[in-house]
């Protein structure tokens, strides 16, 4: 079989049950693999990466008749839904298999045609109890309370099976499957993993019961159509579907061993950590290289599951981002991925709130990432001509680079998400301060120190530019966005070096383009876990009417001036004041004095534009000169500040509004 780097690399998610769409449980582990299948294609790994739907199961029969229709016909709509969602999420996966297609159903009964000829299949009484929701079978002593004492489907009624039936010989291979269990400890993934798929075997592996009375839904058993293949035992056999197995060899050769299987611990212990592994035994196939499962997303400590009903919908989450804050549907959707792969580490459970949703995107993305891009970019489009000049690239920030190639490289290898993130946060928290040490709005108004802007500048588009290659499998739409106003193409193809710093394409002599900031910032309404629910600004006071009209010529007497936050500090002894240092396009920034500090951290602020009347008489404020006002949205309940007013595209401070 081929090895390293000949070798497709060949990543499934489970096959998902298709009883309803999918939430955003689903869509992580899909969008993890998504993840992982990028990162691999960007080193220049051929890869496969797998997905599809499991539609034998009994619940299905339930589902399909509840709506009039047969299994078939509902599987064919629901299963063009799954494959539309994950197209709209941009999982670019390679294979969609649904376990109803004949190339499955053939590969399934060969495996029961070899399995009953070497007795590892074998026929007879089942005596026991069966969980329709999550398809299980559970001994009498394996109940709780008479139910299914799985928690994640609500601990389900269970039912009562005595059947003529098929068993899996499990109890043939669970020596064997300990001795490899403990032999190759990175099998399992992550390590702390690993004991429960110990102890779960060590607990003793009973022959399984692996089929059901025909239905008239499943694969028949080859040679005696009364029975079904269990929905389980089918669907594992997917993986070696996908790699062509029985029919073609020449691909499955190729392909397999699986690099990684991609999972919740839900169906890690009983299923891919142990009666998997026994059936590739009990085959002769090699197993897979790795079986990685992730934790929950749970809301209110309860796991986010259709089962249990308090699912919240990816789409309806990124449609209210897109609404309420103009980001694109695409660069909505790639926030929310950001969120899920940033947020915790690869393992633990977690849980979705809308206040963490929010603080992430606005401390990361709108604050750290936008603001090192909208520092920069506007000082190029005001001061060199709109085009990146050639300049000398900072030391210390080629060794961050270094740095964060490293740890996107390991993390993401070793499933690490959060790491490999936290790496490229490192690198824009550095280069964050590298800007603010340089000031390049005060080298900006130095002819003679041209040659420092242009250097930094360079060292700063630079880190962006590598910043957008190594985020690229993260939030691939976003990162095509922040390189097209570097003057880039928007796909990342060539440019990642495995070892080292992602390569050179060259910027200098590129023209920006400062569009509008890629990431804006979510506020307080949006977000909710409900997506559709009527936001809270909805139900603020009504604000009062405008009544009293006042003449042009007045208005024209406001001098409203684009401004650039560059630092702030609060004001000794006034809890609500800030102390805003504010660059007006004139010789020196103005210091404006803002009743901002309970409602807006200074970090939101700073590197931001906003909206400041210029020819207010200068006054002193608790001791602080003022020389002008920032504009602010007031909330007329609160009657406090609520939102800044800003502007949408970076614009040369000092211009002017009308
Ligand atoms: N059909 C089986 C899998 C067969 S694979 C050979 C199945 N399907 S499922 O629709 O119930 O999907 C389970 C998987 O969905 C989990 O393993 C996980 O990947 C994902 N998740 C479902 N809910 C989730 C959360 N709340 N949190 C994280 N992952 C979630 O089991």
Same mark, same amino acid.
């Given at each position: 079989?081929p090895?390293?780097?000949d ?90 298999i ?13 495996v029961?045609?070899?399995?009953l000829?070497?007795g ?25 309370d ?29 020596e ?5 269990l ?30 059901r ?29 996908v ?90 959707l790639d ?5 899920l792969?940033?947020e ?8 979705f ?21 909208n520092r920069?970019?506007?000082i ?18 080629a ?8 740890a ?7 499933l ?5 993130l ?8 550095q ?9 390049p ?12 802007l ?5 060292s ?13 499998p ?7 966005e922040?390189?097209?106003q ?11 070096? *495995? +070892?080292?710093?992602?390569? /050179? @394409?060259?910027?200098?002599?590129n023209? !920006? ?5 890629? %990431? #804006?910032?979510?506020?307080k ?7 559709g ?25 406001l ?9 702030g ?9 800030? *102390? +805003?240092?504010?660059?007006? /396009? @004139? ?5 404006? !004095?803002?009743g901002?500090?309970?409602? %807006? #951290? ?42 800044i ?11 002017g509004?009308?």
């Amino acid at each position: 079989m081929p090895s390293g780097n000949d070798k497709p690399f060949y990543i499934t998610t489970p096959i998902y049950y298709i009883n309803a769409v999918p939430h955003i449980g689903h869509a992580y582990t899909t969008v993890l693999a998504d993840t992982v299948a990028r990162f691999q294609r960007l080193r220049g790994r051929e890869v496969v990466l797998a997905t599809g739907t499991d539609e034998h199961a009994e619940k299905i029969i339930r589902v399909a008749k509840d709506r009039g229709m047969t299994p078939r016909a509902y599987c064919d709509e629901l299963a063009d839904q799954w494959r539309e969602c994950w197209c709209r999420l941009d999982i670019t996966f390679d294979e969609f298999i649904r376990t109803s297609e004949p190339r499955h159903h053939a590969a399934v009964q060969e495996v029961f045609r070899r399995l009953l000829e070497s007795g590892d299949v074998y026929k007879g009484q089942y005596e026991g109890w069966y969980c329709v929701t999550c398809a299980t079978f559970h001994l009498e002593t394996e109940l709780l309370d008479g139910k299914c004492p799985n928690e994640e489907c609500g601990h389900s009624p269970v039912e009562q099976r005595q059947q003529e039936a098929y068993f899996f010989a499990a109890s043939r291979y669970c020596e064997r499957l300990l001795a490899f269990l403990r032999a190759n400890p990175g099998f399992i993934r992550p390590d702390f993993r690993q004991n429960e798929v110990l102890s779960f075997v060590e607990g003793g592996v009973h022959d399984a019961c692996v089929s059901r009375p025909n239905d008239g839904w499943g694969v028949p058993i080859p040679g005696d159509e009364a029975h079904v293949v269990y929905v389980w035992f089918d669907a594992l056999i997917n993986y070696i579907t996908v790699a062509g197995w029985p029919d073609d060899m020449e691909r499955f050769e190729r392909l397999w061993p699986a690099d990684i299987h991609l999972m919740a611990k839900d169906i890690l212990p009983r299923f891919h950590g142990s009666l998997w592994p026994m059936m590739l035994m009990a085959l002769g196939i090699p197993l897979p290289g790795c079986v990685a499962a992730h934790g929950f997303w749970q809301m209110d400590g309860t796991k986010i599951s259709k089962s249990l009903g308090n699912v919240v919908d990816p789409f309806a989450l990124a449609q209210q981002l897109h609404d309420e804050t103009g980001m694109t549907l695409d660069v909505a959707l790639d926030a929310q991925r950001y969120f899920l792969l940033r947020e915790t580490p690869f393992g633990q459970d977690a849980s979705f709130t809308s206040e963490t949703f929010r603080a992430r995107l606005n401390a990361d993305l709108a604050n750290d990432l936008g603001n090192a891009l909208n520092r920069v970019l506007p000082i190029v489009a005001r001061s060199l001509g709109g085009v990146i000049p050639e300049g000398e690239m900072d030391p210390a920030l080629a060794a961050g680079i270094t740095r964060a190639a490293s740890a996107v490289n390991a993390g993401t290898e070793a499933l690490d998400f959060r790491g490999a993130l936290d790496g490229v946060w490192n690198l824009i928290g550095q280069l964050n301060k590298y800007i603010d040490t340089q000031a390049p709005w005060n080298l900006a108004k130095d002819e003679a120190r041209r040659d420092v802007l242009c250097n930094v500048a360079f060292s700063g588009l630079e880190t962006l530019r590598c910043v957008t290659v190594l985020l690229a499998p993260y939030i691939p739409h976003a990162a095509g966005e922040m390189r097209l106003q570097l003057g880039l193409p928007p796909a990342v193809e060539g440019v990642f070096d *495995a +070892l080292a710093a992602p390569r /050179g @394409e060259a910027i200098a002599g590129n023209a !920006v383009s400062a569009g509008s900031p890629v %990431f #804006p910032r979510v506020d307080k309404a949006t977000t909710r876990a409900d997506a559709g629910a009527t936001p809270a600004s909805k139900l603020e006071k009504e604000p009062q009417p405008v009544t009293e009209t006042i003449s042009y010529d007045d208005f024209a007497k406001l001098a409203l001036r684009v401004g650039t936050v560059l630092a702030g500090e609060r004001v000794e002894g006034a809890d609500k004041l800030y *102390a +805003l240092k504010v660059d007006l /396009g @004139e010789p020196e920034p103005r210091s404006i !004095v803002a009743g901002l500090a309970q409602d %807006f #951290p200074l970090d939101e602020l700073v590197g931001r534009q906003i909206v400041v009347v210029a020819n207010l008489e200068p006054r002193k404020v608790r001791g602080v000169l003022s020389q002008g006002m920032l504009l602010a949205v007031t909330n007329s309940e609160t009657d406090r500040p609520c939102a800044i007013v800003t502007v949408d595209r970076p614009a040369a401070p000092g211009s002017g509004i009308r």
